[in-house]
């Protein structure tokens, strides 16, 4: 068994869209459409329960609310709120899996892929990253 990480995509206009507020590539979604979601991924949820293979999934917050702190030349540290500003894409939820194969993960982010979504709504890849062990792993 091996862990690995598995992410989803979104943009500010993807979280926007969910709470109704339509953009070009990014179709208003309704109550049902969000009942449809939570359920779909509910569902992979509670089988990678039953598996086994979940270790952590959650949701993340929107774009909008991301606080960023780097270092600044003067040694001290920069804190800028909201997304990099040349980033659209960014990560929107995860799961970290403990798996048997990277062919069983990417069984699972296949499933995922085919979440229900309004006609139109931009279609992200699910990005699978194997979780290093320890720092031998490296090299």
Do not use: F, H
């Amino acid at each position: 068994m091996a862990k690995y990480l598995v992410m989803v995509q979104g943009t500010q206009a993807d979280y926007d869209a969910m709470r109704g507020k339509a953009s070009p590539g990014a179709p208003a979604w309704s109550e049902q459409d969000l009942q449809t979601m939570y359920a779909y991924m509910n569902a992979i949820n509670d089988d990678l329960s039953e598996s086994g293979e979940l270790v952590d999934g959650q949701g993340l917050a929107e774009p909008a609310q991301i606080r960023t702190v780097t270092l600044g030349e003067d040694g001290k540290a920069v804190i800028t709120d909201g997304p990099y500003s040349e980033t659209k894409e960014l990560m929107a939820g995860y799961w970290v899996l403990d798996c048997a194969s990277l062919e069983r993960v990417t069984e699972i982010a296949d499933r995922v892929t085919r979440c229900p979504q309004p006609a139109g709504a931009a279609v992200y890849p699910v990005v699978i990253r194997p979780i290093l062990d320890g720092a031998g792993d490296i090299g």
